[in-house]
């Protein structure tokens, strides 16, 4: 014979319960159960019937059981919600950047072929995403379940932002002239004279064939530079406007330096071999070193647009 | 009934349960007789809510409990322990004080008002 629809509800109810309360609550259940249909069928239902009625009043069983040892029925509760998002949020920007970088840096230096590059990069990114997402959640889940009494940082007033600088001020506008003047007199210095140092004579560190054209789009580039921090000192502010040139100007600096670079035509290949190949380093070392000033020029780049339009975004909030 | 306004009134009727259930279990009762009095009394609840709820109070020493085994099938009976009675002192004097709170308010918004002469 096979069992009652009460005898399996109440075994559904009771099993994931502790131990010693499970005999107590079997034998509570079946005689409040019993009561319940006993009192339908006082009123004429079937058994059959008054039974489905009673049990379906009750509900699912889980929910009941949950309810009898106070487990909570959600993943993270509004103890530990916040916490847990805002760590999520920091996370899931810092390590999908940097496991997508180190392995792309990482194959570059292997010198496997771009696609491998590529595609192992952005398997590592996702992969990361992926980790990060599940273990900083499953911490959380135990946090909540084991009813850890951790009191997480309690929120006062001090944590309130002062709404930072953007970028706008006074100071900016004098620091970007100072700079670009240095890097103006800098550029010019190492082409008529040699910046580097060797032997008692001057070597240039650019290459010697970028006078003319190569160097005065540098200066132009540096000149644009200075120019959008002045527009954005006289705005006061940064715009969407200065977000794109800024932008612009980044994607140019960045294209002329990886071009003249892939070309051979950015450093003074007289100054490398005196540095570097005369001291004993490795045309292999030579490469990991051409690798990594990419990596350098492409990072600062991409640091910068991405500045910009953070400050874009705060200063256009009200 | 629109379900922002039953959330509402539910909310309003949680820790009244509590009270019935204290005041009820004076004389010793079990699980399905005191969902019958409740509903009779106007406290209707669900009896998946007012199962665990018994077991709590009971953990808590609200309530203390006994197997009845002379009845037609054995029943877990409870009746209120020394400190639920307290627990249901302390409760009906804030309900008493509330429910004058509520009506101070509603005569002051809505019958004239001697407080506004000052």
Redesign the interface.
């Given at each position: 014979m096979s069992t009652t629809l009460t005898e399996r509800y109440i075994s559904t109810t009771i099993t994931s319960l502790p131990a010693p309360l499970q005999d107590?609550?079997r034998?509570?259940?079946?005689?409040?159960i019993?009561?319940?249909v006993e009192?339908r069928l006082d009123q004429g239902e079937q058994r059959s019937e008054a039974e489905r009625a009673v049990l379906t009043?009750?509900?699912d069983p889980g929910?009941?059981a949950a309810?009898?040892s106070?487990r909570p029925l959600h993943l993270i509760g509004p103890r530990f919600y916040l916490t847990w998002w805002r760590l999520l949020k920091l996370l899931l920007i810092i390590v999908p950047i940097c496991a997508f970088g180190g392995v792309a840096l990482g194959k570059l230096i292997e010198d496997v072929p771009i696609g491998d590059v590529i595609g192992a990069s952005i398997a590592a990114g996702l992969g990361a995403i992926v980790h990060v997402a599940f273990w900083v959640t499953l911490v959380f889940v135990i946090l909540e379940r084991t009813g850890s009494e951790t009191t997480l940082a309690e929120w006062d007033v001090d944590q309130l932002h002062e709404p930072r600088p953007t970028g706008a001020g006074r100071a900016d506008l004098i620091a970007s002239i100072v700079f670009g003047v240095i890097g103006v007199g800098v550029i010019l210095w190492d082409q008529a004279r040699g910046f580097a140092r060797i032997d008692g004579h001057g070597v240039p560190i650019l290459h010697p064939d970028l006078w003319p054209w190569g160097i005065l789009a540098l200066l132009a580039i540096i000149a644009l530079e200075v120019g959008l921090t002045a527009m954005i000192y006289a705005r006061r502010r940064w715009t969407t406007a200065s977000a794109v040139l800024n932008t612009a100007l980044a994607v140019v600096f960045l294209s002329w330096a990886l071009t003249l670079l892939g070309h051979d035509l950015l450093l003074n290949p007289e100054f490398l071999d005196l540095a570097f190949v005369d001291n004993g380093v490795q045309p292999d070392t030579m490469r990991v070193l051409g690798i990594l000033l990419v990596f350098g020029l492409v990072g600062i780049s991409a640091w910068d647009i991405v500045d910009g339009w953070l400050k874009n975004r705060r200063d256009s909030r009200p | 009934m629109s379900e922002p306004f039953d959330t509402h009134l539910q909310e309003l009727r949680r820790g009244t349960v509590v009270l019935a259930c204290l005041q009820l279990l004076r004389t010793p009762g079990?699980?399905?007789?005191l969902?019958?009095q409740l509903e009779r009394r106007g406290f209707a609840t669900?009896?998946?809510?007012l199962?665990?709820l018994l077991?709590?109070l009971e953990k808590q020493g609200f309530l203390t409990s006994e197997?009845n085994t002379e009845d037609s099938?054995?029943?877990?009976f409870y009746v209120t322990s020394e400190q639920g009675l307290g627990l249901a002192e302390i409760l009906r004097q804030e309900w008493r004080a509330l429910a004058s709170a509520i009506a101070s308010l509603h005569e002051t918004s809505t019958g004239p008002s001697t407080d506004e002469e000052h």
């Open positions: 107590d609550v034998a509570e259940l079946e005689a409040s019993a009561d319940a009192a009043e009750l509900g929910i009941l309810s009898y106070d | 079990y699980g399905y007789a969902l019958e669900d009896a998946n809510t199962y665990p077991r709590r197997w099938r054995p029943r877990k």
